[in-house]
Each structure stands twice: as C-alpha cells, then as structure tokens.
C-alpha cells in the first residue's frame, strides 16, 4: 500500500521535472512573456504591458539597432530591463545633451550594446550606466500581447537617437 | 508502413527532444564540465585541466571573495572566462587602472580592448551587481584590471573540483596572490 503511494508520488514528481524541463527549455530556446513595469519606454511601452520576447535572435546574434530587447540589468542581476538598442559595437554614441555647447562621444566597446529608452527623459539606461554587455540580453521584443486594443507589432523609435551609420 | 516509419521517427524525434531539455535544465541548473585554456589562472588552473563548475551558488547569490568563477566573456558574448572573485559590490580594490571607469569610458574602435596606462592610484569601488575579477596569473591574464568591473550576471557558475589532470584531481587551491580583499568598509 505504502509503496503503490511512493511509487506514484515519484512517478508524479518524475513528470513534473520532465515536462518542467521541456517548459524551461521553450522559454529560453523560443520566447517568455514579459509583463512590463515603468515609464521609460513610453510611449511605445506603457506600463502593465504584456508583450512577448523571443529568444532565438538573441542566440542567433542577430539583434539590430532599433530592436526593444530585454536584458539583465547590469546593477541587479535579478532584475530585467527593458530598452531599445541604439548602437552596436564599434558605433559612436553622442552622449551630450542637445543644448550642450561641446559635444562628447563615446563608442561602444566590442561585444556591449547601448541600450536607451524611448522616454528619455525618465530612463535610466546606457547614458547613465554606460555601454551594457551583449551577454546580458534576454530576447527581443516582437509583438504586444495586452492591452488588446494595442495587440501587433511595437513603434519604430520615436527619439532619432539610434545611430545612422558606423564610421 | 510508411506511418510506421513517420511515426517511430516522430517517437524518436520526442525522446530526443525530452531528454535534451532534461540534460539542458541539469547542466543549467546543477553544473558542468569545463575545459579551461590559457594561462591566466595558473598554477592553480593549467591549460588543458577540466575543471566541475557548480551552478548552485550563482542561482542562490553565494559566490563568495576567493572563488574561483566560470563568467560570459564582456567583449564576447560566445567565449567564457575563468578568474578569481578578488572584490564584491561595495569593495574598494586598489588597482593603477583607469580611476573612473564608467564615466570615462573612451574605447578606440579597436578589435580588442587595450590596456590603459596608469593614470591614478585611486582605489576603485566595486558598482551594486558587479564583481572584480582576477586571474591568479597576474602578470599573464586580461581581466578586471583591464576591462573593468564584471556584472555579476554575466557569472555562469563556481569551479569546485579539479577533474583533469589525475594527479591534481580534488579541491582548488586559494588565491596565491594575496589580492582578495579582506573587508569592505
């Protein structure tokens, strides 16, 4: 009697991990949904957003400039955050302000990514933290799940930041 | 017959796909074997050596100062360093790097980034999530001293066991440079 319960208890707790496993994996090899939190990336993304991240151009390496990604935040390993690529490596970033009298550059080193919000004004990103490391991307942002009036495919960038062209 | 082939492969095809994602999840999860190259780490990791790297303690955040860690590379997201946890966030690391190195990041476009030459003997704080990671090899190893500090999730697991060569199966050695730093204020 005692063993007919052990050995269902382990026949249940042996699914569990095998289909566990098989969840994990599609989550991390396909794509996860990301419920979104903040106002740094407004308009394009609101609050309480649901939107869906897929992994494979992150494996692939083919995130592009303009992409919305997810990443690990740098100062907070459990954290997530969510920005839009504005230049790859090898670009140059121009870092001072609009009205600032002299201009300053920064390129971005190999393998890091400069990661900015949409709502510059209320972003912390790479202007703050600097360039962030291609390692800590999750995915890519493709599709917005809710609100449903706003189900589809995400905005281009709204700011004209993303870099044009690597000299 | 032509269903009976579809679906053995298809059961095949299933099998396949459950026990990778098995083998996947325990390699991410509970750790890996990892061949080690370069001589950054010697003498207590050489080139060649395979090397047991738990993954616990990076899921639970018990890397402590003094272990020796398995972390994705900054400057490529494909290659995998290994070096020694030398300070936490919060510690100040005496090094005659750049003093500053967030704000004052200016790479060259160069493939490669190059050591900077001693501009300050100011000790340099370990940001929140970052690690300052050395290699025991000091005089032979690109690490934190040249790119600066590491995020702590860019670490992929702890090397606990020395599996190859046999003769120095067991244990790692602590740091022989005397760089860890004891507290930080």
Redesign the interface.
């Known amino acids: 009697m005692f063993r007919r319960v052990l050995g269902k208890t382990l026949g249940f707790l042996g699914y569990t ?2 289909y ?3 969840a ?2 599609a989550f ?1 090899y396909i794509g996860e949904f990301v419920a979104c939190s903040g106002p740094s990336m407004e308009p394009t993304i609101t609050s309480h957003d649901v939107v869906f991240s897929e992994r494979l151009s992150r494996h692939l ?1 083919r995130i592009e400039k303009g992409d919305i990604v997810i990443a ?6 459990h954290m997530n955050i969510c920005k839009r690529v504005i230049g790859l490596e ?1 670009d140059k970033i121009c870092t001072s302000g609009p009205s600032d009298v002299f201009k300053t550059h ?2 971005v ?4 990514v400069w990661l900015e919000g949409d709502n510059l004004r209320n972003s912390t990103d790479s202007r703050s ?3 962030v ?4 991307i999750r995915g890519r942002v493709c599709l917005k799940l809710w609100p449903p009036h706003n189900f589809g495919a995400l905005n281009q960038s709204p700011t004209g930041r993303i870099v044009k062209r690597s ?1």
Request: net charge negative; charged share 15%; proline share 17%.
């Open positions: 991990v095998q566990g496993c098989i994990h994996c991390e390496c690990k935040s740098p100062f907070d390993p090898g920064q390129y080193p190999k393998g890091h933290y600097g360039p490391p291609y390692a800590l000299d």
